[in-house]
């Protein structure tokens, strides 16, 4: 049930699709054939249980193995990020230590990095919005790297009490090689916004797992928004476990030359008449500049009355940029709503440019409101004005610069 409905950008990009299922591995004694369904991913506190990845894994297919390998090894416990709690410090409650809930609760590392980070990250920083609280600010925690050689392990738990509502931005600026856990718990009936700004130095290194828990009629929407770093990995994982639970998912990103931005996303829904949601754009320019999206929606056995649809656009803007989009839509049960996925990456359309061009507009200005209007999309899903206006003036920079 896939729609392919084109983005508002030219004809597709060739070889813009991969379908993990027919990657050719070499034949070797000791190979393993990589596991393709994101469900069965094996799942460990213990980094010893994931051994070293190869690059032949399916997760690990498109990321530069080389670049990311420091975050294979723990990190010192004096860690290379600051971190600071810009507004709502009276939210965080005292550290959780391995073995404390709700730490643990719903998390379990998918990867090396991630179990590193929890083997690693002694006390989780806690964030806890408490039952029926209506949080009218959001909550900003900064997190500053302190150097490229400087390496950092972290978990942050996130958990929103019975009918709250709230908030949460986390900043990540500076330089660091940094594997994060966020743990996100939404229980009934609250109404959580999560954000996650990469804002780094070219040289910074991030890779995250960030995993969610939605219960009975809860809500979550998870935003990942990148702009800064030499390889930023945010993986989110979203479970609708809870009748009526609604997760939506949305990522912005604009790759420069030699960027690597990634996103594994992973939509469970676990419990009945789900509603999920996911977008990601992403816009390219530059020599070398590469983002990979993978969608992979599972639609549970008992999901019953399940609503469901992702989507990836991304627009090239010049030679040598590369986009790899790959949607994939498991399904265990007949009785749904709807569920479909779609994907495209192109360039520019002509015609929009041409159209903009013959009522006076230069070229240059032209290719930057079709630009802005292509990312303009998730920005306003926000609802945060103030986040939402340093974000269009970064497209804008991101585009000057281009420009040069």
């Known amino acids: 049930m896939a729609d392919t409905t084109q983005a508002p950008v030219a004809a597709q990009e060739e070889h813009a699709h991969r379908d993990p299922a027919t990657v050719i591995i070499p034949p070797q004694d000791d190979v393993m054939i990589p596991v393709q369904t994101r469900s069965e991913r094996p799942r460990s506190f213990d980094p010893a249980d994931f051994g ?86 959001p909550i900003t925690i900064r997190i500053t790297g302190q150097g490229a050689d400087q390496r950092a392990d972290d978990h942050i738990v996130i958990e929103a009490a019975e009918h709250s509502k709230a908030v949460v931005v986390l900043r990540h600026s500076g330089s660091a090689q940094y594997a994060q856990n966020v743990e996100i718990i ?25 995993q969610a828990r939605v219960d009975n009629d809860a809500r979550l929407r998870h935003f990942v928004v990148t702009f800064g770093g030499s390889l930023v990995r945010v993986n989110p994982n979203l479970e609708l476990a809870g009748a009526g639970a609604v997760g939506e998912g949305y990522g912005l990103s604009f790759a420069d030359a030699g ?54 656009r991304n627009l090239v803007l010049t030679n040598g940029a590369r986009a790899d989009s790959i949607p994939n839509l498991e399904i265990e049960t007949g009785d749904i709503l709807g569920a479909g996925h779609a994907s495209a990456t192109g360039r520019f359309d002509d015609e929009q440019l041409f159209y903009l061009q013959a009522r006076g507009i230069t070229e240059e200005e032209a290719r930057r409101l079709v630009v802005v209007g292509f990312l303009a999309e998730i920005v306003q899903k926000l609802n945060l004005p103030d986040l939402e206006a340093e974000l269009s003036a970064e497209i804008d920079r991101e585009l000057a610069e281009g420009a040069q």
Do not use: C, M
């Open 52 to 137: 070293t990845p190869t690059g032949r894994e399916v997760n690990w297919l498109h990321t530069p193995l080389k670049t990311v390998s420091p975050l294979f090894e723990q990190a010192a416990a004096d860690g290379g990020v600051v971190h600071e709690t810009i507004s709502g410090e009276q939210f965080l409650d005292q550290s959780l230590p391995v073995g404390v809930a709700p730490r643990g609760e719903f998390f379990v590392p998918e990867d090396l990095p991630s179990a590193v980070a929890w083997q690693s990250a002694t006390e989780a920083r806690f964030v806890r919005i408490p039952r029926e609280e209506i949080v009218e600010e």
């Open 186 to 210: 939404v229980r009934d009936g609250a109404d959580l916004t999560v954000v996650s700004v990469q804002h780094w130095d070219d040289d910074a290194v991030h890779v995250a797992s960030h």
């Open 259 to 312: 960027q690597h931005f990634e996103s594994q996303v992973f939509l469970f829904h676990k419990g009945p008449h789900t509603t999920g949601d996911v977008l990601y754009k992403g816009a390219l320019q530059g020599a070398s500049a590469h983002s990979v999206w993978i969608g992979d929606v599972l639609i549970g056995a008992d999901a019953t009355g399940t609503n469901s649809y992702e989507a990836n």
